[in-house]
């Protein structure tokens, strides 16, 4: 019901936007958030946005450089990536919760297939 895309690879510095595309039913009234995870490592949190859209919160090691929004009408959330680096490659994936607190936490009610983002040095 969540689909990522706008992965690829790219060179260090340079930025990529991320789509979340929702069907099968409106996500209005969850919040969103982006995740990734890392070969080896743990899916972690990277950005979320209130249901509304009135509030978002970036993990530290994004903060500045990622910006997430949301468009109602498109049922669609975005991830943009600005000034990127090899750490930030791994696969993304989109989410949606109804609670704020678990979506920080990485626990979502729904989620989909993930997209590949690789920055080479």
């Known amino acids: 019901q969540l689909q990522a895309s706008g992965g690829g690879l790219v060179q260090a510095g340079g930025s990529l936007r991320l789509s979340c595309a929702a069907s099968?039913?409106?996500?209005?009234?969850?919040?969103m958030g982006w995740f990734r995870q890392a070969p080896g490592k743990e899916r972690e949190f990277v950005a979320g946005?209130?249901?509304?859209?009135?509030?978002?919160y970036y993990a530290d090691s994004v903060k500045g450089r990622f910006t997430i929004s949301r468009d109602g009408r498109k049922n669609t959330v975005y991830l943009q990536m600005i000034n990127l680096n090899p750490e930030d490659t791994g696969v993304y994936y989109c989410?949606?919760?109804?609670?704020?607190?678990?979506?920080?936490?990485?626990?979502?009610?729904?989620g989909g297939q993930g997209t590949q983002v690789t920055v080479s040095s």
């Open positions: 989410a949606a919760a109804s609670s704020w607190i678990s979506l920080q936490r990485v626990e979502y009610d729904y």
């Open positions: 946005i209130w249901w509304n859209g009135s509030g978002t």
């Open positions: 099968g039913r409106t996500f209005s009234n969850y919040h």
